[in-house]
């Protein structure tokens, strides 16, 4: 019995950032109400641990008035610590004004939740941006070949 603990130990141990990130990319909420996209302040959070920018990488938090880049991913249990670096506004994000030193405490909750900072969130329904609307554009018209059109 004392070697089964002692493997289980062990294994806690090994678990690398990468690991215990699995399931917190994506789009959350506190309830499933705020997963609809409003103007108005509200608690959708965006976490992004492989976004790109510019070409590079630049994992993210982003919540409303809240553009967090991630520093550093530490492993916690089965979750994770983001330290990060926060900005108001986005243009304050793009030219590194005004940051502010931060963290976030990620767990894998119940039902497909996540606990961030100890809050149950919702995973929100993502929008599929790779299907254009029938009023945008068209790539590759026919008889225009490398086009864009509009409909």
């Not at 002692?6 to 990319?25: K, N």
């Not at 249990?77 to 976030?104: H, M, Q, S």
Request: proline share 6%; glycine share 8%; aromatic share 8%.
């Amino acid at each position: 019995m004392r070697n089964l603990i002692a493997a289980a130990g062990v294994l806690f141990a090994v678990i690398t950032p990468s690991q215990a990130a699995e399931g917190f990319d994506g789009l959350w909420a506190l309830s499933k109400m705020e997963c609809r996209h409003t103007d108005k302040a509200d608690s959708r959070t965006m976490i992004d641990l492989s976004k790109p920018i510019g070409g590079n990488p630049a994992p993210m938090v982003d919540q409303y008035e809240n553009h967090c880049r991630i520093d550093r991913k530490t492993a916690a249990g089965d979750g994770l610590v983001l330290a990060v670096t926060c900005f108001e506004f986005w243009d304050n994000f793009k030219n590194n004004i005004e940051p502010r030193k931060a963290a976030f405490r990620l767990a894998h909750g119940t039902n497909g939740t996540i606990k961030i900072d100890g809050q149950t969130y919702f995973r929100c329904k993502m929008p599929d941006i790779r299907q254009a609307p029938p009023s945008r554009a068209v790539v590759n018209a026919p008889g225009k070949r490398g086009s864009v059109t509009s409909r």
